[in-house]
């Protein structure tokens, strides 16, 4: 996979809110969290999201935005806390589009 920063070079994250469940899967975790870390996220922190940090995302050439890091916790958020926004970091960008990858939300019941 290629990744690129802004403008080809380093340049200040930025932060968004958004809906855990539009972010797309990283093409390594297609099948989405792993159970097991799932689990125990569930058992130690539940629907809290205070104090987690930020996913990290690509955005990708057509808008969507990739999760590069933070699979387990945007996905617990989304899961237990439906409608609740995550902040996540966008730490640059992918030269294709990824509309089409699959979502946290397709996973979810």
């Known amino acids: 996979m290629f990744l690129s920063t802004r403008s080809g ?11 855990p469940r539009e972010l797309r899967l990283p093409s390594s975790r297609r099948q989405g969290a792993d159970p097991a870390k799932l689990a125990r996220q569930i058992s130690l922190f539940g629907r809290s999201s205070a104090g987690m940090p930020n996913p990290w995302v690509y955005e990708a050439s057509d808008g ?3 999760l590069y890091d933070g699979v387990t916790r945007a996905t617990r958020i989304a899961k237990l806390s439906p409608g609740t926004a995550v902040h996540v970091e ?3 960008q992918l030269p294709k589009a ?4 699959p979502r946290i ?5």
Not at 9 to 19: K, N
Not at 98 to 101: G, K, M, N, T
Not at 105 to 109: A, E, R
């Open 105 to 109: 939300g397709d996973l979810l019941p």
């Open 9 to 19: 070079s380093l340049s200040m994250s930025e932060f968004r809110e958004v809906d």
């Open 98 to 101: 990824c509309a089409s990858d």
């Open 64 to 66: 969507v935005l990739v």
């Open 90 to 92: 966008v730490i640059g």
